[in-house]
């Protein structure tokens, strides 16, 4: 994937004109990233936006005890950072590198001035950010009223939407990465996965679990 095709799947940034894009990808950098590398923190400077073109990123809030949760991951194709590419405030929480692979970043000093030229850009920013802040108060209310099985299975159920997976293809993500998701330990996690694979749900390997039938899965969500 190279940055025009990036720019050109987001949400926002995709009803640009291919000569806006090209206007735009001038004030924009591709930087190579490594497995463990910290993009950011919590309360850095929101200096910009970025964009996967290769790799994996999780972002996590930690608590005082130094407990970490996984708030979301993203892949080839996704962006993150749009609160802070505008309000230019600190981060809201760490961006780790996951897999190594090269991301575009957009600055917000060369963004700003783009963006106020063109006010319907501007309405659609406003719907992306209402977007994100339904899914937080989503994943709060998963977190407060629904059992982990039912969580588990919406997890599942969206990464294998989000990754493309069918029935009979495999989600990118260990069982250590699904609990710090969740906000549960490990072995609540695998407890469940166990049944289900006993069950002939799923099958687990190394850092990936492979779904055989979403059906199941999305009885469990909808009976949650």
Known sequence: ???DDLLARHDLLGILSPEERQALLRHVAVRTVAAGQ??????DPGDG???VLSGGIVVTVESAEGKELI???FGPGEFFGEIALLDGKGRTANALVREAGRLLFLPRGEFLPFLERRPALAVRMIALLCDRLRRTTELFEDAALRDVPVRLAKQLSVLAERQGAGAGETVAISQAELAQTLGVSREIVSRHLGVWRDAGLVELGRGRIRIRDRAPL??????G
């Open 1 to 3: 994937m190279n940055p």
């Open 49 to 51: 936006l970025y964009g």
């Open 218 to 223: 999305h009885r469990i969500v909808a009976g």
């Open 71 to 73: 708030l979301n991951r």
């Open 38 to 43: 910290t993009l950011f923190r919590r309360g």
